[in-house]
């Protein structure tokens, strides 16, 4: 393919990628308008629904102007071959064949993070203050953001180095010993996360003896699914939002709630809400998406194996010089559209695995206390209730809260 053509392909991509994203937003923003379905009538009053819907189109407009800001300066850097000028730079100062793609790719993604902290910092300190969600302070916000940036660096870095290490060593066939490294990797975050990745920002300690953890245990013994791990995390240092999640296999699963979560719902209506994540472990669902998602990872090494030796893909991110770092960026664009159909396939899959998972919950007759709980966790959160279908279709991960209501209501 001649450069001009691929140049012209990109530039679509991108610029498609954002017509398409705020088209969503701009659909999203005016469904909001829809009247309230009849299930959720009781969940707001005129004034909170109202308060609800000024947070969502808040939202919403940060997000579109932070995207349009983020589309301007990828498609200025990409038309007048900054990234090729960077990556040329770079090379007078290393030519070795890690490290100048790390800092290539380092630089990138520094640079990235930091345009996107003043868009980060409105939402917190702002729309967040203002419709009193937000629980962090300046300091948190700013270590939180430090320490993300090293872990990035640290992991991505470290995958990073073993994928090019792969590639010169091995060649042609270095995606199938590069997809094993990411897959190992997946793993070993699945086991550890909780017990060495949150700490780092979050304290967590052991449910206390009560009511509340027996009622959790009586269920598991219950449900037939053992469980000895049982922390509160404090998700209140940053937000007063609720939530809950289960993590790791075996013996290292462990259950996380949110301290939020205890304090808006009742004991009955947590159980429900961890019924619904044994659910899902009963059901494998993680299993199931762990397993999708080495497919897409294999699938996608697969063709960025194909791309990587074109001299084509060099070029048109404006360098005469072939590397690899130049054309894992040519490819990240090229993949854009294609990661928008796997993640909206994706997105129904997990739909359908939620409303098995919630489908579970009704056989311990629960079906009344997650109803609840997940109005109580709706309207805590001003949670949008008129989704426009195209953005459900596209990104929800799980289904509206009246599917899920309608869902629980009928009969099995």
């Known amino acids: 393919m001649e450069t001009s053509t691929l140049f012209i392909i990109i530039l679509i991509i991108i610029i498609g990628q954002y017509l398409f994203d705020t088209t969503l937003s701009i659909l999203n923003n005016k469904n909001r308008n829809a009247p309230i379905p009849k299930s959720l009538q009781d969940l707001y009053s005129k004034e909170e629904y109202e308060k609800s819907q000024n947070y969502g189109k808040e939202n ?11 589309t301007l300066i990828t498609v200025i850097l990409f038309y007048t071959g900054a990234f090729g000028a960077l990556d040329q730079w770079i090379g007078q100062y290393t030519t070795h064949y890690i490290l100048q793609p790390l800092l290539f790719l380092g630089v990138l993604g520094m640079g990235s993070s930091l345009l996107g902290i003043p868009f980060s910092y409105y939402a917190t300190f702002v729309i967040e203050e203002k419709y009193q969600f937000n629980r ?3 300091k948190t916000f700013i270590l939180d953001a430090i320490k ?9 870095g470290g995958i990073l180095s073993q994928i090019i290490l792969l590639y010169h060593t091995i060649g042609e066939n270095f995606y199938i010993f590069a997809f094993i490294v990411i897959v190992g990797f997946s793993l070993i975050m699945t086991f550890f996360y909780s017990s060495i990745i949150v700490p780092l920002f979050n304290k ?16 598991a013994k219950k449900a037939e699914f053992p469980i000895k791990e049982i922390y509160v995390m ?15 296999f075996g013996k290292r699963k462990r259950i996380v709630l949110f301290d939020t979560l205890i304090d808006q719902l009742d004991q009955e209506e947590i159980i429900a809400v961890l019924a619904h994540e044994v659910g899902h472990a009963k059901k494998r669902h993680v299993i199931q998406s762990m397993i999708f998602s080495w497919i897409q990872t294999f699938v996608i090494l697969y063709i960025f194996s194909l791309i990587l030796n074109q001299p084509t893909s060099s070029h048109v ?6 590397t690899f770092e130049l054309s894992l960026l040519l490819f990240s664009f090229l993949l ?22 919630d489908n579970f919950v009704k056989k311990y007759k629960l079906k009344d206390a997650i109803i609840s709980g997940l109005k ?10 008129t989704p426009h279908p195209w953005v459900v279709a596209c990104t929800y991960s799980h289904p509206t809260l009246e599917q899920r209501i309608d869902n629980l209501n009928q009969k099995d």
């Open 234 to 248: 404090d998700g209140s240092k940053r937000s007063a939002k609720a939530n809950a999640y289960f993590t790791g």
């Open 60 to 70: 919403n407009t940060i997000g579109i102007i932070s995207n349009t800001f983020s």
């Open 204 to 219: 967590q300690t052991p449910l206390e003896e009560g009511e509340l953890k027996q009622g959790i245990m009586d269920f």
């Open 336 to 357: 854009s559209p294609v990661t928008e159909v796997l993640s909206a396939i994706s997105s129904i899959f997990s739909r359908k695995n939620e409303y098995e998972a």
């Open 317 to 322: 991110m404006g360098s005469s010089q072939h």
């Open 148 to 156: 993300g940036l090293l872990l990035s660096g640290l992991f991505i």
């Open 376 to 385: 109580k966790i709706s309207k805590n959160s001003l949670s949008n209730l």
């Open 136 to 138: 962090s302070t300046k």
